[in-house]
DNA sequence: TATGAATGAGCATTCATTCAT
DNA sequence: TATGAATGAATGCTCATTCAT
């Protein structure tokens, strides 16, 4: 991990900014962002808290920064491709996932744990809305293609709410074939 | 309204404990659990902060107290009400409802937004497993009912979610109706 | 003096708001604004930091109250009194009254060593040609009162800063005697 | 203006000392010793924070050859030019003198912003007594020439904290003529 | 010679809470 | 029983400065 303090770093921007990211991810994704001190990012890195605010500008910058991601591209390839499996990507990516480097959750999920600060709200908004639902819109035919596939959003972030927030038992130790089964039923349900 | 200061409500122990309760509803629902001081709670009742920690012991055990919300009786009354009906009247509870007396937002959603502590993850899982999936895992037949019935309540959540923490455009703008009618498609699929 | 540490002054919210003031004066007056910190002032008193910020809301309102003091109101009893003895008290007022309460100095001539924050600059404004100068502008007659009183009044700045501002050596040495009646020589050319 | 950062002004030591320091002039005056900070000095010729240490070798001596100037030479020039002329022409100098290189006032008048600080007040005193004032003290007869050459200064000094310190409204706004016309009354009564 | 990464001490302010009254 | 004075730790952030490069 490149956020452990081992490796001293010294006189590296790149490199020190990012394993700042990285220990923020952590934290975030742990403790949410009230409950996250800028001092003890900077300690898991190894260096000064000044050094934050000389980076990314504010607390609230360098979580905007940590909590980004890209839609990935594999999901978007194929314009042709059905909604039924473009839900189970993103199931599969949103809820599936190896999401260690943000603390063992997708930053959607993670997010939704800060989502008490509005600016954390518009960026789960952006990033939901406008990044993964548009490309499930774009392929919906029928009425109220946006509506439809908030749904299927919906189904995705409540599964993985479920799964890794709430912990609730059947989700978080069912094997993940029954119930991608399961979830793609509800998903065809709406086509 | 209960919470204003006017009425003094002097040596009435019962009142300004529901009081506090009343104020700390709003204010957490709006603010969010790091988000609302102790102070505000107790100024906007017209009582010294003091009181909260006299009354509730501590910040937590308010929240606590303020959050906890009992699964409506109607929902539970017949063991033979069909699971489609079931999920209807849940989603018309937890996320069309008015819960203005939460600042407009069932607890379930508004403790999602201060999921960054663990008390209250563990008081989300409580009252939405042992309280409203329970209910609906008794009613489903055939296998993993209790994944099924989760299923249903992340759809459930994730709607809720949408809907008042992001702010998803078609989900808060569109007529509740042709929500139901798709989200009754979902909940079918599954049985 | 009571800004001791001594005298614990427990639970005494008028002492301790007293003393702060006190403590505030002699380090606002020795300092500077900006050289002070409310750590210092409060352990000074002998309290916790916190309480400045609870008693007087922020450091620019403590500076503010700690700075003000009320025109002396032997000066403006009698409309009739001729200009050069309302001058000549004001000069005994301003520059060689006993201001050790405020390290010293006259609080306009501490706030000088301030002005560089415009809040300061107001209130020396309004303390100086709204109180002192217009009982002077009041009292004269002839074209241009209140230059003139400016006038008076810039002499008496002046002087005041000469002698604990800058330390002027001649002005800080001589007798007051000789000083203020050179002084009043200029004051009566005014009239 | 010769501090815009569009020139970038490479390897020109002179050039870059120069337009530090006249950078430094326009910041210390608007705002203070300490309301200004090295980064904005060293951004605002577009050079790094840290070739002021190494030109300078601190905050503190950056501020001192700022603000020193030289006093003008017409001034000193006729020994036996009369007092009352000799103060017109530091009034002049002082209070009326076009100071834009150094924000619109002279550096007496600027040093006395951040006269908190003791070695600001020591290069005052310096300026004021050892420059300005000795030359009228020279021309000074009879008894005590020190002390009235010091109220001469008082004058001067406080009509430019009046002026543009604390901006007393009859003294910025009368026109300059009249202005001089009654201190020089001021000044001839101590002759 | 000069850059810019990094420092560490310091700032005012906010908070839930405690304790004497 | 309830008030409110007082606490002390922690917050994000700014600063002049230093030290490798």
């Known amino acids: 991990m490149a956020e452990t303090p081992p490796a001293p770093r010294r006189r590296d921007r790149a490199a020190t900014r990012a394993a700042l990211l990285d220990a923020a991810r952590i934290r975030f994704a742990a403790q949410g962002f009230d409950g ?4 003890e990012i900077a300690a898991q890195v190894g ?3 000044a050094l934050i605010a000389r980076y990314f500008g504010s607390k609230r910058q360098l979580y905007a920064e940590a909590m980004h991601v890209e839609i990935p591209v594999g999901v978007a390839a194929d314009p042709h491709r059905p909604v039924v499996s473009i839900a189970d990507a993103l199931l ?3 809820v ?3 999401w260690s480097a943000f603390g063992g959750e997708h930053p959607l999920l993670v997010m939704l744990r800060s989502a008490g600060h509005e600016a954390v709200r518009d960026q789960l908004r952006i990033q939901l ?4 639902l548009a490309e499930i819109t774009d392929r919906l035919d029928g009425p109220d293609p946006a509506l439809r596939a908030e749904l299927i959003g919906a189904l995705l972030i409540g599964m993985g709410v479920l799964r890794s927030v709430i912990g609730a038992p059947a989700m978080s130790g069912a ?3 029954r119930t991608r089964v399961l979830a793609a039923r509800m998903v ?3 086509t």
Chains 1, 2, 3, 4 share one sequence.
């Open 36 to 39: 996250t001190g800028l001092r």
């Open 96 to 98: 599936y996932q190896d």
């Open 47 to 49: 260096v000064d808290p």
């Open 92 to 94: 599969h990516d949103v």
């Open 175 to 177: 094997p993940i074939d």
């Open 188 to 190: 065809d349900a709406l």
């Open 129 to 132: 809305c406008d990044g993964y």
